[in-house]
């Protein structure tokens, strides 16, 4: 059975000010709000997004960045004019290469902290050769993130850095 959409609940330490970001992120408003909770029930991207108030833990978890994937880079732009004026955007990278792709984006946090990426994939780089997977126990390289690069979300564009 094909999913027709995805679910993602997130733990948020602030429903209000969480809402007021994901607005301004989707551009669209909350689907529904209520004491400690919020969702967005979303055509584009195909996202049921809850947002449940809780304390959060020290780290993030096993969350890595969360992402949504558009069809274009006329799209993209039109996401980054749109967080560009809600004053949203962390890290626009523009045209880079990372995560053994070519992709155009531009990344936003949210205010727990939660990296989103807006992107386009250019080139999806497979005819190339890759490195074979880190032996047990190394740590791979990691690449998908900007801090993972070294770069941090409140820096202007500088480039992925990776391959």
């Known amino acids: 059975m094909a999913a027709a959409k ?6 948020v330490s ?21 004491p400690g ?3 967005f029930d979303l055509e ?16 993030g978890g096993a969350l890595n960045h969360l992402g949504v994937v558009l069809d274009s880079v006329e799209a993209v732009q ?12 962390s890290l626009d990278e523009g045209d880079t290469v990372c995560c053994h792709a070519r ?3 531009v990344w936003a ?28 126990g190394a740590e791979p390289a990691g690449c998908c993130t900007p801090q ?3 770069l941090s979300l409140t820096m202007a564009k500088t480039g992925c850095g990776c391959s």
């Not at 209000?16 to 551009?27: L, M, P």
């Not at 991207?45 to 449940?52: I, M, S």
């Not at 039109?78 to 955007?89: D, Q």
């Open 103 to 105: 992709q155009e984006k």
């Open 109 to 136: 946090q949210d205010p727990d902290g939660n990296s989103w990426e807006i992107y386009t994939i250019l080139d999806d780089m497979m005819d190339g050769a890759f490195e074979a997977p880190p032996q047990a």
């Open 37 to 39: 909770y919020a969702n």
């Open 6 to 11: 995805t679910h993602v609940s997130l733990n």
């Open 14 to 34: 602030d429903v209000i000010r969480s809402v007021a970001f994901y607005e301004a992120f989707f551009g669209v408003p909350a689907h529904k709000i209520r």
């Open 78 to 89: 039109a996401a980054r004019e749109r967080l560009t004026a809600a004053g949203l955007v």
């Open 44 to 59: 584009t991207p195909a996202l049921k997004l809850a947002l449940n108030q809780s304390a959060l833990p020290a780290t």
């Open 148 to 150: 993972a690069r070294g």
